[in-house]
T-cell receptor, first 115, second 117 residues
Framework: GENVEQHPSTLSVQEGDSAVIKCTYSDSASNYFPWYKQELGKGPQLIIDIRSNVGEKKDQRIAVTLNKTAKHFSLHITETQPEDSAVYFCAASISGYSSASKIIFGSGTRLSIRP | DAGVIQSPRHEVTEMGQEVTLRCKPISGHDYLFWYRQTMMRGLELLIYFNNNVPIDDSGMPEDRFSAKMPNASFSTLKIQPSEPRDSAVYFC???????????????FGEGSRLTVL
């Protein structure tokens, strides 16, 4: 089955600097890679996702990149702000319009933004 | 829509007692997932349903765990008997698929924090 590894487990950056979180996956059939943000006391919430037919996707200060050959994908947050402090999870699954499989999560990265 | 609703939010029980966690998915969603979150193991998928039918329960740790989905708007996760190592936050999530524009997004509830003494 799919296995997702995520690094680092904790990350502290100065406000305004960039943060990068990296993940690898094992199943070459996986084609959908979402990123979730979990704030204290809440459930995870989708912030951005990428499908295997795309190499990069941006949404304001957040970008994701995907290298299918190496089975790597990364989350990049630029100009970090205090509200970016949270736990971030990467995930992988096989997904299509008519079906969905289980979504497997990485172990999470606790991001802290220093003022 | 109110989102995914879980109850109870917090449960403290003694070892050996039965625990039942409840979930109401978002109306119209045809997939429901149960995850367990701990510091050591992160977010583990326990079981998921499609149209109320269990599809994959390979993540259920032991026979002490069982899950049901009697209808499209309700699911339960039961632990009997409970043990201290079951202490965790249990999340329910739902998603809709098979529609144009499907984003694949999982919508999580706020979780049920279980403490077994």
């Amino acid at each position: 089955g799919e296995n997702v590894e995520q690094h680092p487990s904790t990350l502290s950056v100065q406000e305004g600097d960039s943060a990068v979180i990296k993940c690898t996956y094992s199943d070459s059939a996986s084609n959908y890679f979402p990123w979730y943000k979990q704030e204290l006391g809440k459930g995870p919430q989708l912030i951005i996702d990428i499908r295997s037919n795309v190499g990069e996707k941006k949404d304001q200060r957040i970008a994701v990149t995907l290298n299918k050959t190496a089975k790597h994908f990364s989350l990049h947050i630029t100009e970090t702000q205090p509200e970016d402090s949270a736990v971030y999870f990467c995930a992988a699954s096989i997904s299509g319009y008519s079906s969905a499989s289980k979504i497997i999560f990485g172990s999470g990265t606790r991001l802290s933004i220093r003022p | 829509d109110a989102g995914v609703i879980q109850s109870p939010r917090h449960e403290v029980t003694e070892m050996g007692q039965e625990v039942t966690l409840r979930c109401k998915p978002i109306s119209g969603h045809d997939y429901l997932f149960w995850y367990r979150q701990t510091m050591m193991r992160g977010l583990e998928l326990l079981i998921y349903f499609n149209n109320n039918v269990p599809i994959d329960d390979s993540g259920m740790p032991e026979d002490r765990f069982s899950a049901k989905m009697p209808n499209a708007s309700f699911s339960t996760l039961k632990i009997q008997p409970s043990e201290p190592r079951d202490s965790a936050v249990y999340f329910c999530a739902s998603r809709a698929t098979g529609t144009v524009g499907d984003t694949g997004e999982l919508f999580f509830g706020e979780g049920s924090r279980l403490t077994v003494l």
